[in-house]
């Protein structure tokens, strides 16, 4: 069965340090896919990264940075010279690319979030 | 664009009441999403519709009536709530109906049933 572990329920730094936000899956399909959500305060979830379980290379946007390690079945995200802005939810989230009917999960499996907190 | 819309913000409404939440999207996606979230949990899936057509429905109470007049809006009609079913209700889209394509968000609806 397809498991997302956000052992992170909370984080909070001071603006400006460097954040490492913990994602470990799990999953019996070699096909799948990964995700990163951001939901600030507003409530909107914003999307982040879709990674396939076929490209390991490791992604960098602006501050953010995703390591994705299939030895360890981790997608971590680190936020570079966190700001304020930066303080929300994230969620990472997990898919299997299986059709109805082949057991494969239909949902969008989500971690229970880790709530970042970033202070001035 | 990856807008998606959902109107009204906020609902406050009483147990006897019917109203309706709202949801638009016009990036051409052909599959869209009830999620329900209460607070401090992940987003719960509970409807989808693929091509205008419910594929999904994730037992959710009759309470909860979901339709999609056309391939731009959802609505999801509320009648009897019950106050734990106060939560934020989010839709979603993607552009296709494979469960790895990237679904989008649209702010929410808070509902709060007195």
């Known amino acids: 069965a397809q498991k997302v572990t956000q052992a992170q329920t909370e984080i909070s730094v001071v603006e400006k340090e460097d954040v490492t936000l913990d994602c470990v899956y799990e999953?019996?399909?070699?096909?799948?896919?990964l995700f990163w959500y951001k939901q600030p305060p507003s409530g909107e979830l914003v999307f982040l990264i879709r990674r396939n379980s076929f490209d390991e290379q490791n992604e960098i946007s602006g501050r953010y940075s995703w390591n994705f390690q299939k030895s360890t079945s981790s997608f971590n995200f680190t936020i570079t010279a966190s700001q304020v802005v930066d303080s929300a939810v994230y969620f990472c989230?997990?898919?299997?690319?299986?059709?109805?009917?082949?057991?494969?999960?239909?949902?969008?499996?989500f971690g229970k979030g880790t709530k970042l907190t970033v202070n001035p | 664009d990856t807008e998606v819309t959902q109107t009204p913000k906020h609902l406050v409404m009483g147990m006897t009441n019917k109203k309706s939440l709202k949801c638009e999207q016009h990036?051409?996606?052909?599959?869209m999403y009830w999620y329900k979230q209460k607070a401090k949990k992940p987003p719960e899936l509970m409807f989808v519709y693929s091509y205008e057509k419910l594929s999904i429905n994730e037992s959710v109470p009759s309470r909860f009536s979901p339709e999609c007049p056309n391939s731009s809006l959802l609505n999801l009609h509320l009648h009897a709530l019950q106050p734990e079913d106060s939560a934020l209700y989010l839709c979603?889209?993607?552009?296709?109906?494979?469960?790895?394509?990237?679904?989008?968000f649209g702010p929410g609806t808070r509902l709060l049933v007195l």
């Open positions: 990036m051409g996606h052909r599959a």
């Open positions: 979603a889209s993607s552009h296709g109906t494979i469960i790895t394509e990237t679904q989008y």
């Open positions: 999953t019996r399909d070699t096909t799948y896919y």
């Open positions: 989230a997990l898919s299997e690319a299986k059709v109805s009917g082949q057991g494969g999960s239909e949902k969008l499996v």
